[in-house]
């Protein structure tokens, strides 16, 4: 019997200075060739459980460990993680800080570098794996001209330059849009044909892992429960239950009560086996149903065409001091009170757009107003206090050592009197549900807990408008709820939002209208079903539907949600 | 963002030996300290000057011309404080050591343009290799380069902070220097956050793929001296050995100047 790639017998591991286990008693045997994906929400553990793997725990992080992991017959006790390189690969989420070469070829070379492979083998395997993962002609630009995408196929490639048996994979895709993520799954669907290789890869995307042969699925440092991708999956109420996002296609048909237990029904996963699911059991959509939902938005989009927009663009140009063109003649109208998605892949120019919103960035052609007056004209000091700005990563903004400091900064910079001060720190933080957290220190807050904080220091100067750039974005699938359901509130209580996103279920549950950028140009604009009815362009601009979506539009209709497509759903039982 | 120092052109002085530009570096480091009159480093100004038309790295020098700018007028002004000389001109400032601070000025920009154009035409792993050949070990050099490739990683996150701030209102633009240096203060925070973030991952991306696993190490990139190498390294030895044959001589003092 061989011995099996990976094996973890009663795990457990504290992080020095904390007083609970991160992972606690993980009792897992990979086989060779075995293709496990690890699922959980925030702070289950699952980099925590990846890292062990390849001996960063305990090496690198120093901790409490107690168990064993054994890789390839190796105890990562006894072995240093550099030693442990030739047998487990690592590929961490953050694919600007996992690249240090100055080219390509050379970031491939890296790693045989530094177990004294011959030179020729080297060029050997730099050919062999850029050719793998698609990226042969690029082995002379530096990395940091690459996309998203390409970057993290290029940290896949370095690491499989070093020929290991086992690649562990910390959600690879979580920073990318939709069709860099596909990209990376089909390298994913290859590396699983080969069978001296065995996968484990953390993901959130519930979509995607279809293809894996087992979840895992983890939460508060505990193994829930371990078994085939299909049956986990087909669980929604287990999955939603530990805060992951559930598949749109089982809760839909579980919702019309299909039959389960009927022999060969089995409750449908994909778009495709959801088609012929909704047609052989005989359900129809009622076009009188469907007409009247699609009026309804157009009743709703004809009021704000009525209004007096909030910000217009108009051939809108920006180019980079080094020449580079990031945006290229965009118009585009925002109204007041409206909900806007921005998408489109990294590098489109939906941040550099955004930036001009408020004035950060002034157009190096055309024009854009805001309340009827050039960015220009108005300053980013005084548009501040019109247009909040929410960025990416909240530690790129927090640096008080409460969270009232933190939130008071705006108004006490706009010389607000000390009263009023409290009173809208009260207030805002309310709105962000941290209420009663003024006295914390930020930092130690979790993703989700930052991220509320930050929204909160921008809301407190109380602006019309507020941008916000990947607010989903690191969080998992409840926080990501609970931090959209805020910002709808805030909307339904009168702001103007424009998020920038790459999770697609997020505009579709929550965006009112979509603008879809493409290489610096506006591709596509309209309500939200409209754009995801394009589902061909949108793949042009890397984009695609979720698979609820997908599957509606097989069906020859556009339906954002399980309900709308409830509500339109005729017939059955047949 | 734009913060790469290296700048990708295909120029003579990019195409050199890393090892050559080094030595060239070093060449320059040691002929500028063998005069103090500035018309006698007109020469050496002018040797860098074409090094810095020649690589096309005049565009990272342009963006630290603040920095230039602030260290040339304080040098110019600081240095009278510890020379005098025989013909008073007002104040602490004589002719003497008015000229010997123009020197110094020369001096520093020099080392600094050469700096420059060291790391704007040397990519960080011919970097690295050429230090390696000249003996260096390679995790000193892997550490000297490593130190630099944060550089624009500190200057990229830099940038978003204070966008990120100024959308929340602080005015970074208004104030004089002390003012303005207070208000910089609260963005370091999170520039050093998220750069010991960075190093973090750095590190453990480092150690995953086998850093130092082996006593012995290969290196993919080769590195050849061609003829253009030599000729340049001749040029240079010569400048030196030039140079301090002329100190030694006696040339490019700066009679009636006392240094305290």
Redesign the interface.
């Known amino acids: 019997m061989t011995e099996p790639a990976v094996a973890i017998h009663d795990l457990t591991y504290r992080y020095r200075g904390t007083k609970q286990n991160a992972i606690e008693g993980i009792n897992l045997v990979l086989e060779r060739g075995d293709f496990l994906v690890l699922m959980g929400p925030s702070g289950a553990g699952k980099s925590t459980l990846a890292?062990c793997i390849?001996g960063?725990i305990p090496?690198?992080h120093k901790g409490k460990l107690e168990g064993a992991v054994i890789v390839c017959g190796k105890n990562t006790r006894d072995h240093?993680?550099?030693?442990m390189?030739?047998d487990?690969?690592?590929v961490?989420q953050?694919f600007?800080?996992?690249?240090?070469?100055?080219?390509v070829?050379?970031e491939v070379?890296?790693?045989?570098?530094?177990?004294?492979?011959?030179?020729e083998e080297?060029?050997t395997r730099?050919d062999e794996n850029l050719t793998y993962v698609g990226l042969a002609d690029f082995r002379n630009r530096?990395p940091?001209t690459l996309s998203g995408g390409q970057k993290q196929k290029l940290a896949i490639a370095?690491?499989l330059a070093?020929h290991p048996k086992v690649l562990v994979m910390d959600e690879p895709t979580t920073d990318l849009d939709p069709i860099s993520k596909m990209g990376i799954f089909e390298i994913t669907n290859r590396l699983r044909q080969r069978s001296d290789l065995t996968l484990l890869v953390v993901e959130h995307e519930t979509e995607e892992v279809l293809q894996a042969d087992r979840i895992a699925l983890l939460k508060d440092g505990r193994l829930v429960k371990v078994g085939p991708a299909r049956e986990i999956l087909r669980d929604v109420d287990l999955i939603e239950s530990l805060g992951l996002m559930p598949l749109g296609i089982p809760r839909f048909f579980k919702a019309i009560g299909f039959d389960d237990t009927a022999a060969a029904a089995e409750l449908p996963l994909t778009p495709a086996e959801a088609e012929v699911a909704y047609r052989r059991g005989g359900w129809r959509i009622s076009s009188a149903a469907y007409e009247a939902m699609v009026a309804r938005e157009t009743a709703v989009e004809q009021s704000f065409r009525a209004k007096t927009p909030l910000i217009h663009c108009c051939d809108l140009e920006f180019s980079?001091?080094?020449g580079?063109k990031a945006l290229d003649g965009i118009s585009l109208d925002i109204y007041p009170g409206d909900i806007v998605a921005i998408v489109g892949q990294n590098g489109s120019g939906k941040t550099t757009l955004a930036?001009h919103f408020?004035g950060?960035l002034l157009p190096t052609g055309g024009t854009i107003t805001v309340n009827g007056k050039t960015t220009k004209e108005q300053g980013?000091?005084r548009l501040?206090?019109l247009v909040?700005?929410v960025?990416q990563?909240p530690?790129?903004?927090?640096?008080?050592e409460t969270v009232y400091d933190e939130v008071s900064?705006?108004p006490r910079?706009?010389g607000l009197p000390a009263d009023q001060i409290k009173a809208r720190v009260t207030e805002t933080l309310k709105a962000v549900g941290l209420e009663g957290t003024e006295e914390e220190d930020p930092?130690s807050m979790t993703k989700s807990g930052r991220q509320r904080v930050a929204v909160a220091?921008?809301l407190a100067?109380q602006p019309d408008v507020l941008i916000l750039d990947e607010p989903t974005t690191g969080l998992d699938y409840r926080e990501q709820r609970s931090m959209m359901d805020m910002v709808r509130r805030l909307n339904e209580n009168g702001s103007t939002i424009i998020f920038i996103t790459h999770h697609m279920w997020v505009v579709a549950e929550y965006a009112r209208k979509v603008f879809v950028i493409k290489d610096g140009r506006l591709f596509l604009e309209g309500t939200t079903r409209e754009v995801f009815s394009h589902e061909r362009e949108l793949l042009e601009a890397s984009l695609r539907p979720p698979h609820f979506i997908q599957f509606t539009n097989r069906l020859g209709r556009t339906m954002l949600r399980p309900a709308e497509l409830i509500e339109c759903t005729e017939g059955g039982a047949a | 963002?734009?913060a790469?120092l290296?700048l990708?052109y295909n120029t003579p002085y990019h195409r050199l030996d890393a090892r050559t530009k080094i030595i060239v570096f070093l060449c320059i480091f040691v002929g500028v300290l063998m005069f103090q009159d500035p018309r006698w480093l007109i020469p050496t100004l002018l040797l860098v000057l074409v090094q810095l038309f020649v690589s096309r790295s005049a565009r990272n020098l342009q963006r630290i011309r603040y920095v230039l700018l602030v260290m040339s007028i304080s040098s110019i002004v600081l240095w009278n404080f510890f020379a005098s000389g025989t013909t008073p001109l007002f104040w602490v400032f004589d002719v003497e050591s008015m000229y010997y601070a123009i020197g110094r000025t020369i001096l520093i920009f020099s080392i600094v343009t050469m700096g420059v154009i060291l790391i704007s035409t040397t990519?960080?792993?011919e970097l690295i290799m050429g230090m390696i050949k000249m003996g260096l070990p390679y995790r000193v050099g892997f550490a000297i380069s490593?130190s630099l490739?944060l550089v624009p990683t500190v200057a990229a996150?830099l940038m978003?902070?204070s966008?990120?701030?100024?959308?929340?209102?602080?005015?970074l633009e208004s104030g004089n220097i002390v003012q303005r240096v207070k208000k910089f203060l609260?963005?370091l925070?999170?520039v050093f956050?998220?750069s010991i973030?960075?190093t973090n991952?750095?590190?453990?991306?480092?150690?995953?793929?086998?850093?130092?696993?082996?006593e012995?190490?290969?290196?993919?990139?080769?590195m050849q001296m061609t003829k253009a190498d030599w000729a340049v390294l001749t040029f240079f030895f010569i400048y030196v050995a030039v140079s301090i044959w002329l100190n030694v001589a006696g040339y490019g003092k700066i009679v009636g100047l006392v240094r305290f």
Not at chain 1, 96 to 103: G, K
Not at chain 1, 109 to 119: D, S
Not at chain 2, 216 to 222: A, F, K
């Open positions: 890292t390849n960063l090496h690198f240093t993680v550099a030693q390189a030739e487990v690969g690592l961490f953050d600007e800080a996992q690249l240090f070469s100055t080219s070829e050379l070379a890296f790693g045989p570098e530094n177990f004294a492979v011959p030179r080297i060029a730099i530096p940091s370095a690491v070093l980079y001091p080094n580079v930036k408020n950060l980013i000091f501040g206090q909040g700005y960025f990563n530690d790129h903004q927090i640096f008080s900064f705006g910079l706009r930092f220091a921008v100067v | 963002m734009d790469e290296y990708d990519r960080n792993e490593t490739r996150s978003t902070i966008q990120a701030q100024r959308s929340r209102g602080l005015d609260p963005l925070v999170p956050i998220s973030r960075n991952i750095f590190g453990m991306a480092l150690e995953s793929r086998g850093f130092g696993a082996r012995e190490r290969t290196y993919y990139l080769q």
